[in-house]
């Protein structure tokens, strides 16, 4: 059947001014047979990306463990007990927050946060044994920054795919947005391959820096006159309608079609929030963020966007070395601006609707790297990521906390220099799959997004 034109505008973003657009072409092997009613309620994702590979075994202690932490880390890695910040999780035991996570803590206690613990890329469940032998498949090119991005991004962990897995949920669920017009998947970091679909475009923009009226522009010639500039648009808009019957002039023309839409729909709003946020790079672009769900929920605003999908990042977790310095700052600032997210959601009635999640490249090696100030650690694998929003099951730990041993029984390394890099006990697919479920993605569709589901124990980890 033929892709009709409002269905390409569905699914297209623009490239103008200040924001970008990308899409790739790679087949789902499944056609989505159902076509959904559009939704009558709001529902959004935001991903923090750490950039870098945040090290979550100081993002969370097990003070149950606190004696193999702090003697595998030694004094210069390892956080003073005194400094974590105690929680009791639902599930029992007893854990430490960084200590410059304190919104994070008393938000895990209120029940609105939860902790997602050693999760990775997996082909499938592995263990100790089966990685060590062989027996077990791995996922591609482990403890490279590049590929173990690529890996969160598209939730597939045995091939390369050029679509990722916010992309393909988008493709799949764009008619729960009706008619609108409007991007699904937005940035405010650049972008990204998590929001690349087969269809759908991200619309990237700057962040709160830039007012959303101003974030696209539409440049006519120097000095032009109204009238003149009229007339340009027309000439413009007259050679869009040549030789559409050639299927790349007309996905271009569609393209810019929708680009001019998206200016025309935001040169019109300008969301104002009561929330103060601070004002970090991590904090601008969830400000924007925060604008841009005000804008496409407000009834009067005339956007109307029922799912979508925002993506932040902000990076310098590679801390190899200087880490209590590195990582201490950034959590701070990664503490500040999800709290402040938070209460922007409550502000616009919006916190069972919006589910802020976080990702990283990988955790990093419980054995420290270099001494001293300098001290920081290397690559590992498993790392635990949170889950905020009013909509989660929080106040638990979801997944299997590790045991907290060099050469232990989650630890990939053998020998006699073990590092303490842990084996995943739940995969991306799952953690992406509970998120894409509560989003709207049918559960039947659930294998055409992720085509590794079946190989775990369940697609649902029951945090939201």
Request: hydrophobic share 40%.
């Amino acid at each position: 059947m033929a892709t009709t034109r409002r269905d390409f505008l569905r699914t297209s973003a623009c490239a103008l001014g200040s924001m970008a657009m990308a899409s790739s072409i790679e087949s789902f092997g499944i056609v989505h047979a159902l076509t959904p009613q559009a939704a009558t309620d709001y529902k959004a994702l935001v991903c923090i990306f750490l950039n870098g590979g945040n090290d979550g075994n100081n993002l969370l202690v097990s003070l149950d463990q606190y004696a193999a932490y702090a003697g595998a880390r030694g004094p210069d890695l390892a956080i003073p007990q005194a400094n974590l910040l105690p929680v009791s999780p639902v599930g029992g035991g007893s854990y430490g927050f960084h200590p410059n996570m304190p919104d994070m803590r008393d938000l895990f206690n209120q029940g609105r946060l939860a902790v997602v613990c050693n999760n990775g890329p997996l082909v499938e469940p592995l263990t100790r044994t089966t990685y060590q032998n062989g027996t077990g498949k791995k996922p591609l090119q482990l403890f490279s920054h590049s590929d173990q991005v690529g890996l969160f991004q598209t939730a597939i962990a045995n091939v390369v795919s050029q679509t990722g897995w916010g992309g393909r949920v988008a493709d799949l669920t764009r008619s729960l947005n009706g008619l609108a017009t409007f991007p699904q998947n937005i940035s405010i970091a650049g972008l990204n391959l998590l929001l690349t679909g087969v269809d759908t475009r991200q619309l990237a923009v700057a962040d709160s820096n830039t007012t959303l009226a101003n974030v696209l522009q539409l440049n006519n010639a120097p000095g032009a006159s109204a009238s003149d500039s009229s007339s340009r648009l027309a000439a413009f808009n007259a050679l869009r309608t040549f030789d559409n019957n050639f299927k790349l002039v007309k996905a271009a023309s569609d393209t810019r079609t929708s680009a001019i839409e998206t200016d025309v729909a935001l040169s019109s709003v300008n969301p104002v929030l009561t929330t103060v946020f601070p004002n970090t790079s991590l904090g601008r672009q969830l400000l924007q963020i925060a604008r841009m769900i005000k804008a496409c929920t407000d009834p009067t605003a005339g956007i109307n966007m029922k799912r979508q999908i925002f993506f932040a990042q902000i990076g310098g977790f590679d801390t190899h070395s200087n880490q209590r310095g590195g990582q201490d700052a950034l959590l701070l600032q990664v503490n500040g601006a999800m709290k402040a997210f938070y209460d922007a959601t409550i502000e616009l009635g919006q916190q069972n609707n919006v589910t802020t999640f976080t990702l990283s490249d990988f955790s990093r090696t419980l054995q420290p790297a270099g001494s001293g100030t300098a001290a920081g650690s290397d690559h590992a694998w498993g790392n635990h990521h949170l889950v905020l929003g009013g909509a989660v099951a929080g106040h638990t730990l979801y997944g299997t906390y590790p045991t907290l041993q060099l050469g232990g029984p989650n630890d990939t390394d053998g020998g006699s220099s073990p590092r303490g890099r842990w084996i995943p006990t739940t995969s991306v697919e799952q953690y992406a799959a509970t998120l894409a479920t509560w989003y709207g993605l049918s559960p039947s569709d659930l294998p055409a997004v992720f085509p590794l589901i079946g190989r775990f124990s369940t697609p649902n980890l029951g945090f939201v």
